[in-house]
C-alpha cells in the first residue's frame, strides 16, 4: 500500500505556488522574479534555452537551492522535510550506484519516501509505470544502458506518486518507444489528478510538440531567467532561429 | 529525527561500503595482518598475557590505530562528496527527511562498515589467542577492540566532515589522508621534538594526546588492555600519579565523543549551508 498524502488540496486551492523567485550565482541572475502556479492536475512544459534558468527553477521548488522569494507546494516550504514528502524529482543528470540493482534502488527510495514495496500488487501501484517501461528488477545499475538508468531514476521520481513531480529533461537519453512510455505515463499521472513541472530544452520541445501538446496544458518559457510566455503549448511558435539563446517567440496570455 | 530513514540510509551506505574495494581490500588486509601479527607474538602473548604489552600486543594496536581510522576516514571524506559529484546527493536530500538525518545515516552505516572490518581482523586473532589467552587477556582484547570501535567512529565522522566542506572528492580524499598521516605520525613525531625544548611537561602532553583522536585511542587501548600505566613511561606514571588510569580512560573517551560530536556538527552544517 503507498503511503497517502494527507494534504489535499481543495478544488480552486494552487497545487504549486511560486511567487517573486530570484537566484543569482554571485553578480550574475539566474531567476529573476519568476511566478507560477499549477493547479492540481496541471501538466506543465518549462521550455527554454540553455542557462534560462530551467533547472534552477527546478532546483528551488525542489527545496535544494537557497532563493529570493516564495515557493510553496500544497501551503508547505519545500525545504521542510514535509514538503519535500510532497515531491518526487528527477535531476537533470544523477548517476546511481554500479554496485545496486534495480530493485535495491527502488526499495531504497521507496523506505525513505515511506512507501511499502511488499507485495507485488504494491509494487506495481507504488511505481506507476507501464509494464517493461523498468528494466529488470535483479540487474545490476552498473550492467545498465543511459537511457535504462535514466528509467530507474524516473520510476524513483514517481514512487508513491507524489501530488507534485519535477522532471530535468526526463526523456534525455529514452528511445522512442520509453518516451512514448514517457507520456502516457504522465497522461495517467494528470488522470490521476497528479502535477508536474517539466523542464525541456527548445530543441527537443520542438522535435515533440505533438507528443507534448497531447500531455501538457501549459508551457512557460524561460528567457534570461524572467518568465516571457505562458500559455498552451500550441501557442509557442518557433522562431527561424530557435535553437539559439531566446529565440524561441510566444504570445503571452 | 526520523529514525526509519536514518536507518535506511545507513542500511544503503553500509551496502554500497562493503561492495567496494576499499572496504573489501581493507577488511582482507586488516585480517591476515592482524593473523601475522598474532602469530609472530604469540609467544609473548603466551608468556606476557595480552597486558604484557609485548610485541604482539604492541602490533595488534598498532595495527587497530591505522588501518580501520584510515579506512574509516576515507570512506567518510569519500561519501558526501562522491553522491554530490555523481549528483545522487539532491536526489537523496529531496526525499522527505533532514539533512541531520541523512548525515546520521551515513556515518551509521560507514561506521557499520569499519566496525566489521575491525570485527575480521580481531575476530581471527581471538581465535588464535584462545589457545594460549586466560580469562584476563580476553577481557583485555575485548576492550582493546571497544577502543578500536570508537575510534572508528571518529575517524568515519571526520571524514563525513572533511566531505561536507571539501570542493570535490579528490579533495576530499587528499585531506583526509593527510589529515590521517597528521593524527597518526606527524603530531608524535612533532611532540617528540619540541617537547623538551618548549617545556611541554606531562601535563602538555597529556593535553596533546586529548587532541589527537588516533593518539588517544592508542592510549585507551594500552589502558584497556589492562596494562598498568606505568607500561606508558614517564607520561604512563604521570597519569598514574596525577589523574589516575580511570580518570585518564574517562578522559580519553571524552575527548574522542567530542571529537565525534564536533565532527558531526560540523558535517551537518556542511551540507546544510552548502548547495548539493
Not at chain 1, 119 to 138: I, K, N, Q, T, Y
Not at chain 1, 161 to 176: C, F, H
Amino acid at each position: 500500500m503507498t503511503r497517502k498524502h494527507s494534504q489535499e488540496p481543495s478544488e480552486d486551492a494552487a497545487l504549486l505556488e511560486i511567487h517573486g523567485v530570484s537566484k543569482a550565482f554571485g553578480e550574475q541572475a539566474v531567476l529573476d522574479d519568476v511566478s507560477i502556479q499549477l493547479q492540481r492536475g496541471d501538466i506543465a512544459l518549462l521550455v527554454g534555452a540553455n542557462g534560462s534558468g530551467k533547472s534552477t527553477l527546478l532546483r528551488c521548488v525542489a527545496g535544494l537551492t537557497a532563493f529570493e522569494g516564495t515557493v510553496r507546494v500544497l501551503g508547505e516550504d519545500p525545504r521542510s522535510a514535509a514538503g519535500r514528502g510532497l515531491i518526487g524529482y528527477l535531476p537533470q543528470l544523477v548517476a546511481l550506484p554500479d554496485s545496486v540493482t534495480v530493485s535495491e534502488v527502488i526499495t531504497f527510495f521507496a523506505r525513505l519516501r515511506g512507501v511499502s514495496l511488499r507485495r507485488p500488487a504494491e509494487f506495481a501501484a507504488a511505481v506507476p509505470l507501464p509494464d517493461g517501461f523498468l528494466p529488470a528488477l535483479e540487474r545490476p545499475i552498473g550492467a545498465l544502458s543511459g537511457g535504462m538508468r535514466r528509467r530507474v531514476a524516473l520510476a524513483v521520481a514517481l514512487l508513491g506518486s507524489p501530488p507534485l513531480v519535477l522532471l530535468d529533461e526526463p526523456a534525455a537519453s529514452l528511445d522512442e518507444e520509453h518516451s512514448a512510455s514517457l507520456w502516457e505515463t504522465l497522461q495517467a499521472l494528470r488522470a490521476a489528478g497528479g502535477t508536474a513541472l517539466i523542464a525541456m530544452p527548445l530543441l527537443v520541445t520542438s522535435l515533440l510538440r505533438h507528443d507534448l501538446a497531447s500531455v501538457a496544458d501549459r508551457a512557460v518559457l524561460l528567457d534570461q531567467g524572467r518568465v516571457v510566455h505562458d500559455g498552451p503549448v500550441e501557442s509557442l511558435r518557433p522562431s527561424p532561429t530557435m535553437g539559439t539563446h531566446g529565440s524561441m517567440s510566444g504570445s503571452s496570455q | 529525527m526520523n529514525l526509519a530513514a536514518v536507518f535506511a540510509v545507513a542500511g544503503w551506505e553500509l551496502r554500497l561500503a562493503v561492495r567496494g574495494r576499499l572496504v573489501m581490500g581493507t577488511a582482507i588486509t586488516f585480517t591476515v595482518v592482524c593473523v601475522l601479527a598474532t602469530l609472530l607474538g604469540l609467544r609473548t602473548l603466551s608468556d606476557l598475557g595480552l597486558a604484557g604489552i609485548g610485541p604482539g600486543t604492541g602490533a595488534l594496536i598498532n595495527l587497530a590505530i591505522l588501518f580501520p581510522p584510515l579506512m574509516g576516514i576515507m570512506l567518510g571524506a569519500n561519501s558526501l562528496s562522491s553522491a554530490r559529484e555523481r549528483s545522487l546527493l539532491p536526489l537523496m536530500l529531496v526525499q522527505p527527511l533532514s539533512r541531520l538525518d541523512h548525515v546520521c545515516g551515513v556515518v551509521l552505516g560507514l561506521v557499520g562498515a569499519v566496525w566489521l572490518t575491525i570485527g575480521f581482523g580481531f575476530g581471527a586473532s581471538a581465535l588464535l589467542l584462545a589457545s594460549v589467552a586466560g580469562t584476563a587477556d580476553i577481557a583485555g582484547l575485548l576492550a582493546i577492540v571497544g577502543s578500536a570501535l570508537g575510534v572508528g567512529v571518529v575517524s568515519v565522522t571526520i571524514g563525513v566532515a572533511i566531505s561536507a566542506l571539501a570542493g570535490s572528492r579528490l579533495q576530499a580524499l587528499g585531506l583526509s589522508m593527510g589529515l590521517w598521516f597528521l593524527f597518526a605520525f606527524a603530531i608524535d613525531l612533532v611532540l617528540a621534538g619540541v617537547a623538551a625544548a618548549v617545556h611541554l611537561g606531562p601535563f602538555g602532553l597529556f593535553i596533546g594526546v586529548l587532541l589527537n583522536p588516533l593518539e588517544a585511542g592508542r592510549i585507551l587501548m594500552v589502558l584497556a588492555s589492562g596494562a598498568d600505566a606505568l607500561t606508558l613511561g614517564p607520561f604512563g606514571a604521570y597519569l598514574n600519579n596525577t589523574v589516575g588510569t580511570t580518570a585518564a580512560t574517562l578522559a580519553v573517551w571524552a575527548s574522542l565523543a567530542t571529537w565525534t560530536a564536533l565532527s558531526l556538527l560540523v558535517a551537518w552544517m556542511g551540507i546544510t549551508r552548502r548547495e548539493p
